[in-house]
Each structure stands twice: as structure tokens, then as C-alpha cells.
């Protein structure tokens, strides 16, 4: 069948690998294949994982903001991989997959964004934020989640959106500021992105 379909000595073999790629992922344990192949993209509840990298940074500075103390993940399971070994970081997210995590996971829909455990409320050190949708109701519902699990009214916020929903940060009544740092995600996004730190420091 391969001889009808044409296909290129070469093709044929980047296509071999690939199938031999796919059936050792397959058997791998779950917590040893790479976060994006651990849980595919649904584009369907709007999810765009952030390279490892980009992970990796938004991780490293939740953490020296923190200064062990606990993080909260809004909406960005990618960072929350990346802080695994932070035994406070918790997720805060729709997509039930990521129950896989046990009491770190806590299912949550900003259309009810008060709707989070009591323990949680007023508990946080920093919060880390990428909102599902690009809408002005969405962000307002995030940051009324934020503003609820934060310890206080001084707890810092690091937010990844699109820039189109600025105006709602800046009606907020914090103050932020617009990191230099570019977040690449494993496939691209084509909205321009809204970095805001709240502490002024840059990524």
C-alpha cells in the first residue's frame, strides 16, 4: 500500500519514527512523559501550554516572590508543573484531568468565581494568573477570584493575557507594571501578550 501512496524514502521513514516515537510515549508512566503529551491541549476550553521554558520562568519568579511561602495557579496548569517540587503551589482549574494532582487541584470556573475552599480564602503569597478567555467579564471574575485568595491587599500578581484586556487591569485600583519577558507557547498564539508584575520587578 505504501508503493500506491507514493510517499518518498524519506517520508516513509520520518513517518516509521514517528509511529515508533508515538508507541514508546505510550509506554512511559504518565508522570515521565512531557506535560504537553501528559495532557493535550483543549483548544476547546481555550488551553495553550507555555513552553517548558516559559514555564519554567513564570515558576522561578512566583517562587522568589513566595519565599516559601504558597503560590495559587489561576488558570495556568503549565506553570503549576513547573513548580511540582514547590510543595505549596496549588492549581486552580477547570479541567478536571488535572485532579491527577489530588488536594494541590481545585476545580474552578470563573463563572463562579468566589466559589473556591474556605481554607484558600485570604491564604496566598502570590498569585500567578492566565485567564481562560480574552474578555472584560472573564478578567473581572479572575481577579475577583485573586482578590479573594490573596492573603492581602498587598499580595503580588503575575498576569499573562492579551493585551486587548489592559483596561480592565488598569480599573482594577492595582498598580502594575509591563515585563520585557515574551512567553512562547508550544504552539503559537496569534494575540499580542499583556505581561503585568505587580511587585515592578521584570522577568
Known amino acids: 500500500m505504501a508503493d500506491d501512496i507514493g510517499l518518498s524514502p524519506e517520508a516513509l521513514a520520518a513517518l516509521q519514527q514517528f509511529y515508533t516515537e508515538q508507541a514508546l510515549e505510550k509506554q512511559l508512566p504518565v508522570q515521565e512523559k512531557p506535560f504537553h503529551k501528559q495532557f493535550p491541549e483543549d483548544w476547546n476550553l481555550s ?4 513552553t517548558p521554558e ?7 519568579e512566583a517562587k522568589k516572590v513566595a519565599a516559601g511561602g504558597p503560590i495559587a495557579c489561576i488558570s495556568s496548569p503549565s506553570v503549576f508543573n513547573a513548580l511540582l517540587e514547590h510543595p505549596n503551589a496549588f492549581l486552580f482549574e477547570y479541567d478536571r484531568r488535572f485532579s491527577y494532582f489530588g488536594d494541590r487541584f481545585t ?13 484558600f480564602e ?6 500567578v494568573m492566565d485567564p481562560p478567555h480574552l474578555s472584560k467579564e472573564c478578567m473581572e471574575k479572575v481577579i475577583e477570584t485573586a482578590n479573594l485568595l490573596s492573603k492581602s491587599d498587598n499580595t503580588p500578581w503575575i498576569i499573562c493575557t492579551g493585551s486587548i484586556v489592559e483596561p480592565v487591569l488598569l480599573q482594577s485600583g492595582r ?4 515585563c520585557d519577558f515574551k512567553p512562547q507557547h508550544i504552539r503559537p498564539v ?3 501578550h499583556l505581561r503585568a508584575h505587580e511587585t515592578g520587578r521584570n522577568l
Open 47 to 50: 488551553q495553550f501550554w507555555y
Open 54 to 60: 516559559t514555564a519554567q520562568t513564570f515558576a522561578e
Open 107 to 119: 476545580y474552578y470556573d470563573y463563572n463562579e468565581p468566589s466559589n473556591v475552599p474556605k481554607k
Open 122 to 127: 485570604r491564604y496566598f503569597d502570590i498569585i
Open 175 to 178: 498598580k502594575f507594571f509591563l
Open 190 to 192: 496569534s494575540y499580542t
